[in-house]
């Protein structure tokens, strides 16, 4: 069974910088939508950003300018890129991915294939 693994979490003082990476235990076939969800203590989980395989993508308007998403398709592998981090976006750090286009999983009632474990960041004032 395919699983994702996320790496690079940890802590940092705020305005610090962090990449996370987000690997498949093996080669996903058809990757589509690749994401990355954080959930915070009492929180709901909330989307962070995602990207297709053309490489469009979109992030959280209230990170944008301060994170970046990207993949490298020939190794299925996703990443984000966190600058100027703040205390609030510390939380558990997941990625996902499925084999449709992100835009079917961005309120199009289709949930993500993959998902991994998570990776916790924290961020410290």
């Known amino acids: 069974q395919v699983q994702l693994m996320e790496s690079g979490g940890g802590s940092v003082q705020a305005g610090g910088t962090l990449r996370l990476s987000c690997a498949p235990s093996e080669l996903i076939l058809r990757p589509g939508c690749m994401a990355w969800f954080r959930q915070a203590p009492g929180k709901e989980r909330e989307g962070v950003a995602s990207i297709d395989n053309d490489g469009s993508n979109s992030v959280r308007e209230s990170i944008q300018g301060r994170f970046t998403v990207s993949r490298d398709n020939a190794k299925n592998t996703l990443y984000l890129e966190m600058n100027n981090l703040k205390p609030e976006d510390t939380a558990k750090y997941y990625c996902?991915?499925?084999?449709?286009?992100?835009?079917?999983?961005?309120?199009?009632?289709?949930?993500?294939?993959?998902w991994g474990p998570g990776t916790q960041v924290t961020v410290s004032s």
């Open positions: 996902a991915a499925g084999p449709l286009k992100c835009r079917y999983y961005h309120g199009g009632g289709y949930n993500y294939t993959y």
